[in-house]
């Protein structure tokens, strides 16, 4: 049987999360879909201290104090990998492999996903040396070689993690000056162990049957080419939304991002969109967090607009 609610969630990221806590608040009923568990990218992030209310946290345990107040007043929590939407006449129709579940309204906070290099070697030695995840596999590298691809926020924060367990860390940039917020940039040119090589850019991850032992890079500006051993490649170059479920309504710019406006409507009513997911200038927690009580509330007037219609 198709079950129906007020509101359908789709993701259990902070904006989800804080999306549900709002709606379901407001007395509305609440389905909150997740194909994972729930946190979203703040369980690959280890320590959190651009969170307001804690000095520090790690992510994990900021997810499940999340978790545990977005689930206070009733919002179901369920698993679901959403292949699409069906929009029909005021029924927002979700569908999560053999389910389908009818919401007055949607709210997507979908995130995003780590965007992959493309070079020979990423995909052969995934798992093998070759990570999206310091927090998730960086124990594996305890007293290794490793480098980090990437000069933006992640990068930099999670090769500052590394420099605690691995022995030396090498962060390849393909500039020669970091995008990364300037407290960590300077977190990371203090510690000894941490090395750039700029403007470069890998060229093939190698390593024997087994596992990674080097990285292939080149110099952009001189050409010259070289090789870097290492145990472990942690890549971090940018991310990409997840929304190719929702392709067909209509909602996604030319790069997949969701426009919105302040309200987090998206073109189609009924339908907001919170967090990493809309296209927005600023990628953070506390932005996913604003995001989702916005949509929370607006989402409590769009459904009762509906049943004033009738
Ligand atoms: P990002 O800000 O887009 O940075 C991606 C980095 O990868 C850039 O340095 C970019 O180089 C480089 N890059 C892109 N494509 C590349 C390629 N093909 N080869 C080599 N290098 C490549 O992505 P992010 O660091 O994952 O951050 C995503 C969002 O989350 C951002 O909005 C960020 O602020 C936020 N975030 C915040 C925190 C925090 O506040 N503590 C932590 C993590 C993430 P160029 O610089 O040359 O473009």
């Not at 949607?106 to 020979?120: A, D, N, Q």
């Not at 594996?140 to 030396?168: H, M, P, R």
């Not at 907001?272 to 916005?294: M, N, P, S």
Request: proline share 2%.
């Amino acid at each position: 049987m198709t079950k129906k609610y007020d509101v359908i969630v789709i993701g259990a990221g902070p904006a989800g999360m804080t999306a549900a806590l709002y709606a379901s608040r407001a007395e509305l009923s609440v389905l909150m879909l997740d194909r994972g568990i729930y946190g979203g990218q703040m369980n690959n992030t280890a320590e959190i201290e651009n969170y307001p209310g804690f000095k520090s946290i790690l992510g994990p345990d900021l997810s499940k104090e999340m978790y545990d107040s977005s689930t206070q007043f009733g919002v179901e929590y369920g698993y679901g990998e959403v292949t699409g939407i069906e929009v029909k006449g005021d029924e927002r129709i979700v569908k999560a492999g053999d389910e389908e579940y009818i919401g007055s309204a949607v709210i997507i906070g979908s995130g995003s996903e780590y965007r992959k290099l493309g070079v020979p070697g990423e995909e052969d030695f995934a798992g093998r040396g070759v990570s999206y995840c310091a927090v998730c596999d960086g124990a594996f590298f305890k007293g290794e070689d490793v480098i980090v691809v990437g000069g933006g926020d992640s990068a930099i924060q999670e090769a500052t993690y590394l420099a605690n367990l691995a022995k030396t860390v090498t962060v390849i940039h393909r500039r020669s000056e970091l995008r990364a917020q300037k407290i960590l940039q300077e977190r990371a040119f203090d510690r000894d162990n941490i090395n750039f090589i700029w403007d470069s850019n890998v060229e093939e991850i190698q390593g024997d049957d087994k596992k990674v032992n080097q990285v292939k890079i080149k110099n952009n500006q001189t050409g010259e080419e070289k090789v870097v051993p290492a145990a472990g490649v942690f890549i971090y170059v940018g991310i990409l939304p997840l929304t190719n479920a929702f392709k067909n309504v209509g909602i996604t710019d030319d790069a997949g991002w969701i426009d919105t406006n302040d309200l987090m409507e998206t073109k189609v009513p009924g339908i907001f969109a919170v967090g990493d997911v809309r296209k927005k200038h600023l990628r953070q927690i506390t932005t996913a967090v604003g995001d989702g009580g916005i949509a929370g509330q607006g989402v409590f007037d769009y459904v009762e607009s509906l049943k004033a219609k009738k």
